[in-house]
């Protein structure tokens, strides 16, 4: 690697750094509580998606202590234990039975409130798949999750489906805390912000309509058995939640753009609406950078979440599969890089957050035997840049608001 690629990478490195620690979901937690009012009765807590330990553990900071809960979130995201709540993990993109149990807890908890009650539930990204009591049974569920993320929809189409099989979302789990209030703090990694789409709406009325529902069971050909779920609009919700939503891609996008600028690159926000296919956004940013090379020291920000069509057995994620497109584009290019990253810190079903690339990526993976355009067929993005050293890990984050995507000219 030249002096102008470590370089590039360090660069990429430290805006990776300022962006997550500045939408860690400490300071939307804390702001949303600062007056949260305790009532006059008992106040549970409950904590669901991937940034649910370290949301619980900003709201123990602010209230002190409550009188019980629990904590649902991804494999490997417990950071220590976190009491009176008690804290499970479950599996994620795929729900398992650990989360079924987890969410079994969840209800437990809630069960018998009165008026004075209290029930405070945070939400993250994530939450759909940890939280989760099956209408249907949950080997069916499972195949039919892994079914639809393969097939390219997207996350509101998928939410939608969720919410017509589950006894939890769609605002069904603050039906199960009635008669108690019932006040949401969440955030954000749906691009719209619609809080009844982050972690399925548990607390939130389903706003897909029937004619809604019943297209997109037809669009992704669900088994017959499950259509009578998509018939009829959504139940109507009994207990409404209060509900402040707090952190998102915006303000992702935004501290990227300051840690690029601090690093001395003329800086734009190109999207914080990114949602096409994956390859196809990687290969347009690759051509976009082309075109631009001779402009030096400049960096393009973009956020958002793509998606990916399966049709290999290989194995990746929707940003390294970006990273790696774009790397067939810009090769031979001394002076440009590019990466992409779920800002959680997992990409995918992997254990990378996301890739690195750069000119030289193409030709070393030419070195090792492999070609990119076979790589992608494949969807095996993470065997090309693990081979390309292009592989990004930062660990479970404490934090979700979608993907970020930064491309750095010198």
Wanted: one cysteine or more.
């Amino acid at each position: 690697m030249s002096g102008e690629q470590t370089s590039l990478r360090q660069d990429c490195m430290r805006v990776i750094g300022a962006s997550i620690a500045a939408v860690l979901p400490d300071a939307v937690v804390k702001r949303a509580l600062r007056k949260f009012p305790r009532g006059k009765g008992k106040l549970v807590l409950i904590s669901v998606g991937k940034a649910a330990w370290r949301m619980a553990h900003a709201a123990m900071d602010v209230l002190g202590t409550v009188d019980g809960g629990v904590v649902i979130t991804k494999y490997g995201h417990l950071l220590g234990p976190l009491p009176p709540l008690i804290c499970y993990e479950a599996g994620h993109p795929i729900p398992d039975e650990k989360g079924v149990a987890a969410t079994e807890a969840a209800i437990a908890a809630v069960r018998g409130l009165t008026a004075e009650d209290t029930v405070l539930v945070l939400l993250s990204g994530g939450g759909s798949a940890v939280f989760e009591r099956p209408l249907i049974p949950l080997r069916e569920l499972r195949r039919l999750t892994e079914d639809l993320l393969a097939s390219g929809a997207d996350i509101h189409e998928i939410n939608a489906v969720r919410k017509r099989l589950s006894a939890v979302k769609g605002g069904k789990f603050a039906a199960l805390c009635a008669p108690a209030r019932v006040v949401t703090v969440a955030l954000s990694d749906v691009l719209s912000g619609d809080p009844s789409d982050i972690a399925s709406g548990p607390t939130c009325a389903d706003r897909t309509t029937a004619e809604e529902a019943q297209a997109i069971a037809n669009r992704y050909h669900l088994p017959a058995a499950l259509l009578p779920y998509f018939t009829g609009e959504a139940e109507k919700l009994e207990n409404a939640s209060e509900v402040v939503v707090g952190g998102s891609v915006k303000e992702l996008v935004r501290a990227a753009a300051s840690a690029c600028r601090s690093l001395g690159y003329k800086t734009e926000i190109l999207s914080d609406h990114l949602s096409c296919e994956a390859r196809v956004a990687g290969r347009h940013l690759g051509n976009f950078l082309r075109a631009h090379a001779g402009e030096h020291g400049h960096a393009y920000v973009l956020g958002g979440e793509c998606v990916v069509h399966v049709t290999g057995r290989g194995r990746g994620g929707r940003n390294q599969e970006l990273a790696l497109a774009a790397a067939d584009v810009i090769a031979g290019l001394s002076n440009v890089a590019l990466f992409s990253i779920g800002s959680d810190g997992t990409d995918g079903p992997t254990d990378a957050a996301g890739g690195y690339v750069d000119g030289q990526t193409r030709a070393t993976l030419a070195r090792a035997g492999l070609k990119i355009d076979a790589l992608l067929r494949e969807n095996d993005s993470y065997r090309g840049l693990n081979a390309a050293d292009g592989l990004l890990f930062t660990g479970p984050t404490g934090t979700n608001v979608n993907d970020l995507t930064v491309a750095l000219i010198r």
